[in-house]
């Protein structure tokens, strides 16, 4: 699955810890109800495990300074990669978890226009 971020002005982002572009996503399973289910993110270049940000790419046309934080459904938390949190009991059917992505600028050093990117595996347990 992709999510792509809007373009947003270095402007948006004028301090460390600043965010910007936070975009909506929505992971889709179908499932068997009954089953106690947990899910762990995974960053393998992150930049903080605990507050859920993405290390900045870096390369020719990358931005510099800025990485990608991982938010929870209503966009209140970060999520922390390496660590398992309970989604509940799954429903039968169709289940749709909301979660949210967005820049944050990881470094008081000045910042520079380009592209960002980052990966992030999920896993999901079932018991």
Same mark, same amino acid.
């Given at each position: 699955?992709?999510?792509? =971020?809007? *373009? ?8 460390? !810890? ?9 992971? #889709? &399973? ?10 762990? %993110?995974?960053?393998? @270049? ?11 790419? +870096? !390369?020719?046309?990358?931005? *510099? @300074?800025?990485?990608?934080? =991982? =938010? #929870?459904? +209503? ?6 990669? #390496?660590?398992?949190?309970? =989604? !509940? ?24 226009? !380009? #592209?960002?990117?980052?990966? &992030?595996? %999920? ?5």
């Amino acid at each position: 699955m992709v999510v792509t =971020l809007p *373009s947003v002005s270095t402007t948006a982002l004028q301090t460390q !810890g600043a965010s910007a572009g936070r975009t909506r996503f929505n992971i #889709n &399973l179908t499932c068997q109800s009954g089953t106690t289910t947990s899910i762990t %993110f995974a960053a393998s @270049n992150a930049f903080n495990n605990a507050s859920g940000i993405i290390a900045p790419t +870096t !390369g020719t046309g990358m931005a *510099s @300074n800025i990485g990608i934080q =991982l =938010l #929870n459904g +209503t966009a209140a938390a970060p999520v922390p990669f #390496n660590a398992a949190q309970s =989604l !509940g009991t799954s429903p039968s059917g169709a289940w749709s978890l909301p979660y949210h992505v967005q820049y944050y600028r990881t470094s008081s050093s000045a910042i520079t226009a !380009g #592209n960002v990117t980052g990966t &992030l595996t %999920f896993t999901m347990t079932y018991q």
